[in-house]
């Protein structure tokens, strides 16, 4: 429990973490929490573009729909297609990791070759032009930033698998004729797991970021999803009379990554205490 | 050096034609039919068969992709679906924009970054550090695109202080065509007063632009300047009397610095990312616009040309900077 207490000191982890535990249970219990759930999704034309009330905390939209409501239910779509991309990233990433940092010769070289394919453009340009390939929504989206996310993992368990390859147990483990996949996932794996950890949660955050640049862009969300990027594109046409509309969402997206990037600070610095940011 | 050079260089193309093979695959195999969305919905299957044949696209994949191939290296990207005009030119026409964006965002983000990264390490646990790593955590939180909307919504369009958008005036014409930055080239012909409406303009999509690369730079900055001044040769000097400036400036500097260089490399990864949104937003007529505009459009020859356009920039910068970490720190560049 000493790794507990450590993590209970710092103080920007917890919140971060705290954060991160508010967004999952605001995300599951998104529908009974919105205050006006019914209003998150029909327009009303009487009601539209009314600034922060009392009933409406943070006004109302283009169609008359309470954005309170919308962000709140926002954070569905949010964090489970984040959840999904970086799932899915780890999936290609990991064991492709494994492969080119346990073996040499042509495989491995052939895997951190085709990862510098994907890492040649950042990222964002790169999973841009294939959503809108792959047809745009939001799922074109979410398979697009999949497939430019996971060399990143791969870059990462490399490394980490070269560092442990080297150690005497897994000679010996060798020697005793232990199969190759048995030493890579019962024994490699583990001593991996805590970088690609810290790098899944930093990562969360980056890609609820990335998606909401692609809502904003044309290339995710579609209408009425209720995306906070999409949101933001929505409320261009109604600045500068109607402020509130795009402040709202924006914070949610300002909160939530932070939220990620303090959690996994955190982590990094219990991972790996030379890291340490600050002393 | 030249050897280090020639071993990047080997690296960078086989990615770059990696990247060409899987972007030409995806558009070639993915979206509907490209010939029948330009003949639009009433036209005939002859008339979908003709357009086929001009463009080429009856015939085997391999040999589409050769004759595209041969076609990049000599420079042509084809004809843009939409705008009617080669993609070539219409790339090399926002090339400038893109570049002068970057480039003042990346002076602005470095300069600032390093000055407020060495403040909060020499006054290390003050109230200035703590502000300044908030902001360092906060200032990659922050979705450049919905900055940029708020600081236009407050700046231009409230005070009237910033213009709201573009690179000029429409009163103005463009300075003539020498870098291709404005900023540079109104000075050439004595132009101030273009000099001064290009700077005002740039003003606000440069500063949401290097949010998040300055972020990065106060961090690593600090972070490096902390671990430099627990060294024992900073101790050595406060022990014989050297006064804290003295140290500082020149010793711990020099040593520290390193570190946040190679993290300018990086950031332009993230600068050319964020230029596309930010580019979309305050209609700068770059490339990132033009990529903005090529997917709306669904214009896919235009979408590959841009990628592999940013690709190749993306690599040559990389470059410089291992070249430019090779000079400053020699250990790197002989090592290989």
């Known amino acids: ?279 | 050096m030249i050897g280090f050079l020639l071993r990047r260089l080997v690296m960078v193309v086989p990615a770059l034609f990696g990247l060409l093979v899987v972007m030409f695959l995806l558009v070639r195999i993915v979206p509907a039919d490209p010939a029948a969305v330009l003949a639009g919905d009433n036209a005939t299957v002859a008339q979908i068969e003709q357009i086929r044949q001009t463009l080429g696209l009856d015939r085997p994949l391999y040999e589409q992709f050769w004759l595209y191939l041969t076609q990049v290296l000599q420079g042509d990207f084809g004809t843009s679906l939409y705008s009617s005009r080669p993609i070539g030119a219409d790339i090399a026409l926002r090339l400038g924009a893109t570049i002068e964006l970057t480039l003042v965002s990346l002076v602005f983000a470095t300069a600032v970054g390093m000055v407020l990264g060495v403040l909060a390490a020499v006054r290390r646990n003050s109230l200035i550090d703590y502000v300044l790593r908030f902001i360092s955590v906060g200032g990659l939180a922050l979705a450049s695109f919905w900055i940029a909307i708020m600081l236009q919504l407050l700046l231009s369009m409230h005070l009237g202080w910033l213009p709201l958008r573009g690179r000029l005036p429409a009163s103005l014409p463009a300075p003539p065509h020498f870098t291709g930055l404005y900023l540079v080239d109104s000075l050439l012909v004595g132009r101030l007063d273009i000099f001064v409406a290009s700077l005002s303009h740039i003003v606000l999509p440069a500063f949401t632009l290097s949010l998040a690369g300055l972020a990065a730079i106060v961090r690593f900055t600090r972070s490096s300047v902390v671990e430099t001044m627990q060294n024992d040769f900073v101790a050595y000097e406060r022990a014989v009397g050297y006064p804290q400036r003295r140290i500082i400036m020149p010793y711990v500097l020099r040593s520290s610095l390193i570190t946040p260089i190679t993290q300018v490399g990086l950031m332009f990864g993230s600068l050319i990312s964020g230029a596309v949104a930010i580019e979309a937003i305050f209609d700068w007529p770059g490339l990132g616009f033009y990529l903005v505009q090529a997917i709306l459009s669904s214009d896919y020859k235009a979408i590959l040309a841009v990628t592999l356009v940013i690709g190749v920039i993306y690599a040559f910068v990389n470059i410089v900077v291992d070249v430019i970490h090779g000079l400053v720190d020699p250990r790197i560049s002989q090592k290989g």
Do not use: C
């Open chain 1, 1 to 279: 429990m000493l790794i507990l207490r450590r993590f209970l000191r710092d103080v920007p982890a917890v919140i971060g973490a705290l954060i991160v535990l508010t967004l999952v249970i605001v995300a599951i219990f998104a529908p009974y929490i919105a205050p006006r759930l019914a209003e998150a999704f029909d327009s009303n034309l009487m009601m539209r573009l009314k600034p922060p009330s009392a009933d409406y905390p943070f006004g109302t939209d283009g169609l008359g729909r309470d954005i309170l409501s919308r962000v709140i239910l926002g954070t569905r779509p949010a964090l489970a297609a984040s959840l999904i991309v970086v799932l899915g990233a780890m999936v290609i990433g990991i064991p492709l990791g494994l492969i080119a940092g346990y073996r040499d010769g042509w495989v491995s070289e052939t895997i951190m070759r085709v990862t510098d394919v994907f890492l040649a453009v950042p990222q964002l340009v790169l999973a841009l032009a294939m959503a809108q390939i792959l047809s745009g929504g939001i799922w074109s989206a979410i398979l697009a930033l999949a497939l430019t996310y996971w060399p990143f993992f791969t870059r990462t368990v490399y490394s980490e698998t070269r560092r442990v390859r080297s150690a005497l147990f897994i000679d010996a483990l060798e020697s005793l004729g232990a199969s190759r996949l048995r030493i890579l996932t019962l024994h490699v794996m583990p001593n991996v797991a805590a970088p690609v950890i810290v790098r899944a949660t930093a990562g969360m955050g980056f890609t609820i970021l990335t998606l909401a640049v692609l809502g904003f862009l044309g290339v995710g969300a579609a209408p009425p999803d209720p995306d906070w990027g999409l949101t933001i594109a929505e409320s261009r046409q109604y600045l500068p009379q109607s402020w509130w509309y795009a402040t709202f969402p924006g914070l949610a997206i300002f909160i939530v990554v932070l939220g990620f990037s303090f959690l996994g600070d955190g982590l990094r610095d219990l991972v790996d205490p030379r890291l340490r940011r600050s002393r």
